[in-house]
């Protein structure tokens, strides 16, 4: 069965940065849009990026300009670059298949940003 372990979350004041890991086991990884998506407390899980198996990416309008996301297929891991970080942007990361995230949930990686 696939599953994510995502990792690279922590406490980090506004401004700063931090870049996130998903590592994905099974042989999907190549062939398959990845995606961000992320969780705030008291909402719902929305996406945040996604990346194609030809590297085109999209993302949402609140991080467009200061995340970035990207793959590396010898090592089954998708990345989350994440520059001037801004208290909205507090909640659990989690990366998944888009656009339907049939993968089991991974633990996810709590991003914190608070001065």
């Known amino acids: 069965q696939v599953q994510v372990v995502e990792s690279g979350g922590g406490l980090v004041q506004p401004g700063g940065s931090l870049r996130l890991s998903c590592a994905v086991s099974g042989n999907i990884f190549s062939i398959y849009v990845m995606a961000w998506y992320r969780q705030a407390p008291g909402k719902q899980r929305e996406l945040v990026a996604r990346?194609?198996?030809?590297?085109?990416?999209n993302y949402a309008d609140s991080v467009k300009g200061r995340f970035t996301i990207s793959r590396d297929l010898g090592k089954n891991t998708v990345f989350l670059q994440m520059n001037s970080l801004e208290p909205e942007d507090t909640a659990v990361y989690y990366c998944?298949?888009?656009?339907?995230?049939?993968?089991?949930w991974g633990p996810g990686t709590q991003v914190t940003v608070s001065s």
């Open positions: 990346i194609t198996a030809g590297d085109r990416t």
């Open positions: 998944n298949l888009y656009p339907r995230a049939t993968i089991p």
